[in-house]
């Protein structure tokens, strides 16, 4: 931030603290102010720390123990520079291994952190890599097989940001946390007790892992008074199995200026904005009114996800302007694509994805056990791999899982019955996630169309892919959104096939693959994942 511009923002702030408190907004002052991620540099070294540990947060009142990097929830944001090696240094200080995965990055799969990747208790790991894309906004989390949902639910998750000349040449705000402005958004559930109440178990393998608290940057409903003008936020889906879309209290419109792998070619003019799981996209919002409003997430009609407060559109984050003037403008044009190759004569790969018939009976039957026929009465079943809702009162009892680690929570019913392996309920062209064995060869520098199918599966799939940005060719069977057609690494599978163009510029043997999974992620955790393997032909 320029001086000038730290002055002139901290004499507002200043003038907002002196202003008697029965004269202000009376929701603002009951509201947190909004935690902005520290923002970190690598050092003269070229070096970062990250330290990954647990600490205490306070929700509702009530301390819960929770997980972050550098912190006790969450982590910083890691500023870093196109064409600028840096080194990540992780130590582990949980009782558990972990991993991180650069979320976004296109990087060799030696140091993208997969579930191979394994940090052990105690451990330290480093990686050393040179970011050559787009500026964009990307992120790390865990991404220990079987444990990844458990540990982003406890609070491991952070920013990662690329800059670039391109992105420099532009007059978007770029005063960190002040009008250029990071919002995580996760749902959680808490115990009684105020503890995170993390489960998988057969309901949850087959719809997610939910909650019934919205939070942004680790708090609930909390307030943002940026200057007058164009704010940016940078967004990101962080919960684990809960789509959003985002809209404004008054319905002004969001201008979409980046994707999950940078800049769009030119702003577009949304009033509401579908975020999967783990998408990035960054919007501008012009506040010059000083009309204070809220960012919400709106209703979704995704199995389970529509239980209150979701029911209704639920607050993410309040803004309120200040009077000073905001610097940064929202440009006409912003950075070129380039044009798509040519289709004819790719190499075609399909992966399907599916879940055992008695998960998604049985998940199904949970979910109307436990919350009702709201939880699943707004979804449209016809053809779709799941009984009919009439018929659920008939399913088969809930089966028994093996292999649970003890840091999940089962059923006492679900226990005693069978031998029902929990891990490999969701799979990929028939198969369960199997780390020793990738799934197929890509060669190195080659574009290749691959076709993403959830026919005849009801589910929500944001499917993933390590290792580089793709672009959609199709999503279930349609052209993609104006605002879908940038650099991506997750696309939209729900019901139908969905196309993606991809081309890998770094190796991955063996030992360290790309993964390509589902990020809904207790689907990822019980087997909806492949390995596979670049280098030369």
Request: some cysteine.
């Amino acid at each position: 931030m320029r001086r000038r511009e730290f002055i002139k923002y901290s004499a507002a702030l200043g003038a907002l603290s002196a202003i008697p408190v029965w004269a202000r907004t009376p929701v603002f002052s009951e509201r947190p102010a909004l935690p902005v991620p520290d923002l970190l540099q690598a050092d003269i070294h070229g070096k970062i720390r990250l330290r990954i540990q647990a600490g205490k947060t306070l929700f509702n009142g009530k301390q819960a123990t929770t997980w972050g990097y550098n912190g006790n929830l969450l982590g910083p944001a890691l500023a870093l520079k196109k064409g600028a090696a840096v080194t990540v240094e992780m130590h582990n200080a949980l009782s558990q291994p972990t991993t991180v995965h650069w979320h976004g990055l296109a990087i060799p799969g030696s140091v993208d952190g997969g579930p191979q990747g394994i940090i052990a208790p105690g451990a330290t790991r480093t990686v050393t890599f040179t970011p050559d894309q787009a500026a964009s906004t990307c992120w790390f989390h865990p991404h220990y097989h079987k444990h990844t949902g458990q540990q982003v639910a406890m609070g491991l998750a952070g920013l990662v940001l690329i800059d670039d000349a391109a992105q420099g040449a532009l007059r978007l705000p770029k005063q960190w946390g002040i009008d250029d402005v990071p919002l995580i958004i996760q749902d959680k559930r808490f115990t009684p007790a105020g503890e995170i109440d993390y489960q998988l178990d057969v309901m949850t393998a087959a719809v997610g892992w939910f909650g019934d608290t919205l939070l942004c940057n680790g708090a609930e409903y909390p307030q943002h008074a940026p200057p007058r003008g164009w704010l940016r936020l940078r967004l990101l889906n962080g919960c684990n199995a809960r789509s959003l879309t985002i809209a404004a209290s008054d319905n002004r419109p969001f201008y979409v200026i980046a994707s999950d792998g940078g800049l769009l070619p030119e702003p577009v003019k949304v009033t509401s904005l579908p975020l999967l799981m783990g998408e990035r996209f960054e919007i501008m919002v012009d506040t010059s009114d000083g009309t204070p409003f809220d960012l919400v997430t709106l209703p979704v009609s995704q199995m389970g996800m529509a239980l209150p407060p979701f029911d209704k559109p639920c607050p993410v984050v309040g803004i309120r302007p200040l009077r000073i003037p905001a610097s940064g403008d929202l440009p006409d044009t912003l950075v070129a694509l380039p044009a798509l190759p040519a289709l004819e004569g790719l190499t075609q790969r399909v992966l399907t994805l599916s879940m055992d018939p008695r998960l998604d009976s049985q998940g199904m039957q949970a979910l109307k056990d436990k919350y009702g026929q709201q939880a699943i009465g707004c979804m449209n079943m016809s053809g779709m791999n799941m009984h009919d809702a009439s018929d659920m009162n008939s399913m088969p009892g809930m089966s028994g899982m093996k292999g649970m680690p003890e840091t999940h929570h089962m059923s006492n019913s679900a226990m005693e019955q069978g031998a029902f392996d929990l891990y490999t309920a969701n799979r990929i062209n028939g198969k369960a996630f199997d780390m020793n064995h990738p799934a197929f060869h890509v060669p190195l520098g080659r574009y290749e169309r691959w076709v993403i199918s959830g026919e005849g599966d009801m589910m929500l799939h944001p499917f993933h892919i390590h290792g580089m940005q793709f672009r959609i060719l199709t999503e279930n069977g349609q052209p993609p959104a104006a605002h879908r057609r940038g650099w991506k690494d997750t696309v939209r599978v729900e019901g139908g096939r969905s196309e993606v163009l991809v081309r890998f510029d770094y190796v991955a043997s063996a030992e360290h693959a790309y993964m390509a999974h589902c990020h809904l992620l207790e689907h990822e955790d019980t087997g909806m994942m492949l390995g596979f393997t670049v280098g030369e032909a």
